[in-house]
């Protein structure tokens, strides 16, 4: 029984919806969902929580050729968009896995493996009611970081201004995490900026990074 078939025994981070597939999505998912697919057991070094459409991802990917990137999706559109992604410009370094992040990370990353994590605009849950399903809380945060090798990099981004300041609080107060710019970061160059992000900008809604690296050199918690 896989990740997926399991019931999830964890709150959920994200909105569980499937989407309208046009017929180039669904060609993308009948044809290559096989061949890209993330097999446990395989080497990652970067892995990113939300890949949404998939635009950055295969940038990124696209741009570091020698790391192993693993993108981790839920919505199905965007799934069939990064394969087709993949497939169009050949990238052999980027696989993709349409399950729950946290469930991955428990069963299928081992501890110290990583040398990055992205997570790249995450579903802020607004209402203080959902704030336990925000991803970026201390048990979740703690995960993460255990999956970092020392020395890697956890790098958030977030469009929501009550977000980014949880983000950092939480993030400063993890015993094993060192924010790299002693705040929120600048913009780096290496992040694409997705259609999400310009809509964000144009509606007054500037991105907020935060950089943090794994700093305990004893191994995993």
């Given at each position: 029984?896989?990740?997926?078939?399991?019931?999830?025994?964890?709150?959920?981070?994200?909105?569980?919806?499937?989407?309208?597939?046009?017929?180039?999505?669904?060609?993308?998912?009948?044809?290559?969902?096989?061949?890209?697919?993330?097999?446990?057991?395989?080497?990652?070094d970067v892995l990113e929580i939300g890949s949404g459409m998939g635009e950055a991802t295969a940038q990124m990917a696209a741009a570091?050729?020698?790391?192993?990137?693993?993108?981790?999706?839920?919505?199905?559109?965007?799934?069939?968009?990064?394969?087709?992604?993949?497939?169009?410009?050949?990238?052999?370094?980027?696989?993709?896995?349409?399950?729950?992040?946290?469930?991955?990370?428990?069963?299928?990353?081992?501890?110290?493996?990583?040398?990055?994590?992205?997570?790249?605009?995450?579903?802020?849950?607004?209402?203080?009611?959902?704030?336990?399903?925000?991803?970026?809380?201390?048990?979740?945060?703690?995960?993460?970081?255990?999956?970092?090798?020392?020395?890697?990099?956890?790098?958030?981004?977030?469009?929501?201004?009550?977000?980014?300041?949880?983000?950092?609080?939480?993030?400063?107060?993890?015993?094993?995490?060192?924010?790299?710019?002693?705040?929120?970061?600048?913009?780096?160059?290496?992040?694409?900026?997705?259609?999400?992000?310009?809509?964000?900008?144009?509606?007054?809604?500037?991105?907020?990074?935060?950089?943090?690296?794994?700093?305990?050199?004893?191994?995993?918690?």
């Amino acid at each position: 029984m896989t990740t997926v078939d399991r019931p999830l025994r964890i709150v959920r981070t994200y909105h569980p919806r499937r989407g309208r597939l046009s017929g180039r999505h669904f060609d993308a998912l009948e044809r290559l969902a096989e061949r890209y697919a993330f097999v446990p057991g395989e080497p990652v070094d970067v892995l990113e929580i939300g890949s949404g459409m998939g635009e950055a991802t295969a940038q990124m990917a696209a741009a570091d050729p020698g790391r192993r990137y693993l993108a981790v999706e839920v919505h199905t559109p965007g799934v069939a968009n990064l394969l087709a992604l993949i497939e169009r410009q050949r990238l052999t370094n980027l696989r993709v896995a349409a399950v729950d992040a946290i469930e991955l990370l428990r069963e299928e990353i081992p501890a110290a493996s990583l040398a990055a994590v992205h997570v790249f605009f995450p579903d802020p849950w607004p209402k203080s009611r959902h704030h336990k399903r925000r991803l970026i809380v201390p048990e979740r945060v703690a995960l993460l970081r255990e999956r970092l090798r020392p020395g890697g990099l956890l790098h958030c981004a977030t469009d929501d201004a009550g977000y980014a300041q949880a983000m950092l609080e939480t993030l400063d107060a993890d015993p094993g995490l060192t924010n790299r710019f002693g705040g929120f970061a600048p913009r780096p160059d290496h992040r694409p900026v997705t259609k999400f992000e310009l809509r964000a900008v144009r509606a007054g809604r500037p991105a907020f990074d935060l950089m943090y690296e794994r700093s305990e050199a004893e191994g995993p918690a």
